[in-house]
Structures are given as structure tokens and as C-alpha cells.
């Protein structure tokens, strides 16, 4: 299964955040280099940030999702 990057942060809690979103939504999230950017100060930015993803499938679904305004 390939996944897409739909969501990029530079926080942990900003990612945590947009999985549970996905999740409840019925997507199938994975966050991408969450530990990474919780070792080192800084490397998050420098890595270009803890990725969100989910499966090639739900792409453009997810990311229609995220960028619809809240209700």
C-alpha cells in the first residue's frame, strides 16, 4: 500500500490533530517522522516537518477534507 503525504506540520500536537480529524472521518492515517522531530530540537523544521498520511487511495478525498472549512 503507497501512502500519500496529505498534511505536513512542525508540531506533534498539530499532526496528532489532523489524524484524530482523519480517523474520525473514516480515513486510514499514518503520521511519518513523529519520533524523528521529537529527538533533536528543531530537526522537525529542518527535515521538513512530521508528515500525515494516508493511503494513495484516500488522497484526494483527505486532503478535500481537510481543506473544507470547519462546520
Known amino acids: 500500500m503507497s501512502l500519500v503525504t496529505v498534511f505536513t506540520a ?3 500536537a498539530e499532526a496528532q490533530l489532523v489524524r484524530s480529524r482523519l480517523e474520525a472521518a473514516e480515513f ?4 511519518a517522522d513523529e519520533l ?3 529527538s533533536i530540537d528543531g530537526y522537525s523544521l529542518a527535515a521538513g516537518g512530521i508528515r500525515v ?3 494513495e487511495a484516500e488522497a484526494a478525498d483527505a486532503r478535500e477534507f481537510l481543506d473544507a472549512p470547519a462546520p
Not at 28 to 31: G, L, M, N, Q, R
Open 53 to 55: 498520511q494516508v493511503p
Open 10 to 12: 512542525f508540531s506533534p
Open 36 to 38: 524523528s522531530a521529537l
Open 28 to 31: 486510514h492515517p499514518f503520521v
